[in-house]
Structure formats: C-alpha cells, structure tokens
C-alpha cells in the first residue's frame, strides 16, 4: 500500500514537499514514480526514481524546479517542488512499478500499485 501527503495550498513561488509511505518489505524492488492529474485533465507523469535511487527522470515542465528522492530504510519516496506556478496544481499520486525502469517509467499503465493522491494547490 502507499500512501502520499504533504500537499496544501502555496503561493506561487512557493515550495511543498510531498511524501509517500509504502508498507511491505519489498520497497526498494520498485521503481517508484509521482505523477499528477490537473482538474479536468488526465493523470500525467511528473517523476521517477530507480530502485537504488540512482537515476531520475522528470517531465521537460518541473526539471530543475522538482526533485525526486528516496529512503529505502524508511519505505519513503519524496517529492521536492519549488518555485511552484499555478499550472503545478493537480491531484499529486506515487505510484509503483515493479518490472520497469526509470526512463521506461512514465506511462500510467507501467504502474502496479497508487497511492490515493494529494492535493496540491498553487495560487498566483
């Protein structure tokens, strides 16, 4: 199971960090990843890590805004976002893939398991 938290409401500029528990003993087999689903849109790929933590992926829209992390001790995968725009608002989501890796990780349908979302909300 995962569970993401840590959104809210931020002015524009602003930072958040989102975090997700995973419950199991078999975390650091998956690739975990974040994506996003702004209101009215479809879920959309934000973020991925590899297994070790290693390796990164993000869309063109957060490189260099967002950072992606992870603490296989702790069943944790972290999401740093900073200088927040109000396009960055969405239903935040982690999510785990088991067979993939990053770069290969960013459609939805690669993922096994979701967390319930959070919800991230940028003011301007």
């Known amino acids: 199971q995962l569970q993401a938290y840590g959104g809210g409401l931020v002015q524009a500029g602003g930072s958040l960090r989102l975090s997700c528990a995973a419950s199991?003993?078999?975390?650091?087999?998956?690739?975990m990843g974040w994506f996003r689903q702004p209101p009215g849109k479809e879920r959309e790929f934000v973020a991925a890590?590899?297994?070790?933590?290693?390796?990164?992926d993000f869309t063109d829209s957060v490189k260099g805004r967002f950072t992606i992390s992870r603490d296989n001790t702790k069943n944790m995968v972290y999401l740093q976002m900073n200088s927040l725009k109000p396009e960055d608002t969405a239903v935040y989501f982690c999510?785990?893939?088991?067979?993939?890796?990053?770069?290969?990780?960013?459609?939805?349908?690669?993922?096994?398991?979701w967390g319930q979302g959070t919800q991230v909300t940028v003011s301007s």
């Open positions: 199991g003993r078999t975390f650091s087999a998956y690739v």
């Open positions: 890590i590899s297994r070790s933590g290693g390796s990164t």
């Open positions: 999510a785990a893939d088991a067979g993939g890796a990053v770069g290969t990780s960013r459609r939805v349908v690669r993922y096994d398991y």
